[in-house]
């Protein structure tokens, strides 16, 4: 399984922006780059993901490499709900299987 | 978006008994279901995969003959957890996959906190 590496944790202040790195550098041409949350004691919550090129929701934007092996989660403004832990997975989709590494722990300081 | 529904959200058991957790699509069919286990503070780990109308495959160390699971509609996939014993209290989550397309992704429920007395 493709892997990746993200920092233990990181803190940010509420209401500032806050980016979160990801390191993929052994991603294949057909893995998507995938961002999921988990709030305590809840299931993971889909953000955001992309392939190739940048991609912005309403939850955040996702700023890919253009060598594709590294990849930026940036949440604009940073609330309380979240801090959560993020995980950043290589994914091909459909019924294939997210495996999901340590992720990194977001603090949001008020 | 997608909805994932488990139930229960919470069980307590005695050793030994049986416990089954539903996991639902909402609003659409999946076409595939995954199982997830998560001890405390640990990340998730996959347990199983299941597709509608066939047996499920297992990951590696996860016996099959006691997390029975069953995917007979393209809404529904239940885990039963047999002869449960107090090491298999732990958080369980499902998720689920429409393989519309090649980019979907997976939903999650909110999981199925079994403590096992």
């Known amino acids: 399984d493709a892997k990746t590496t993200q920092p233990n944790s990181m803190e940010s202040n509420e209401e500032e922006p806050v980016h979160l790195p990801c390191n993929h550098s052994t991603i294949s041409g057909t893995d998507y780059i995938h961002w999921y949350r988990q709030l305590p004691s809840q299931g993971p919550e889909y953000v955001i993901h992309?392939?190739?090129s940048n991609v912005n929701n309403r939850m955040a934007s996702l700023a890919i490499a253009e060598d594709r092996k590294s990849s930026t989660l940036i949440l604009h403004r940073a609330t309380l709900r979240d801090a959560a832990v993020y995980y950043c997975i290589l994914y091909q989709g459909g019924s294939e299987k997210l495996v999901f590494g340590k992720g990194m722990k977001l603090t949001v300081n008020p | 978006g997608a909805v994932v529904s488990q139930h229960p959200s919470r069980v307590i058991c005695k050793s030994g008994t049986s416990v089954k957790i539903e996991c639902r699509s909402l609003d659409f069919q999946a076409t595939t279901m995954f199982w997830y286990r998560q001890f405390p503070k640990q990340s998730l780990m996959l347990m199983a995969t299941?597709?509608?109308?066939?047996?499920?495959?297992?990951e590696q160390g996860v016996e099959k003959d006691k997390f029975l699971i069953n995917h007979a509609s393209l809404t529904l996939s239940t885990l039963t957890v047999t002869s449960a014993h107090p090491e298999d209290s732990s958080f369980y989550i499902c998720s689920a996959s429409a393989k519309r397309t090649s980019t979907d992704t997976q939903y999650f429920g909110p999981g199925t906190r079994l403590t096992v007395l």
């Open positions: 299941s597709n509608e109308g066939s047996k499920a495959t297992y």
């Open positions: 992309g392939l190739t």
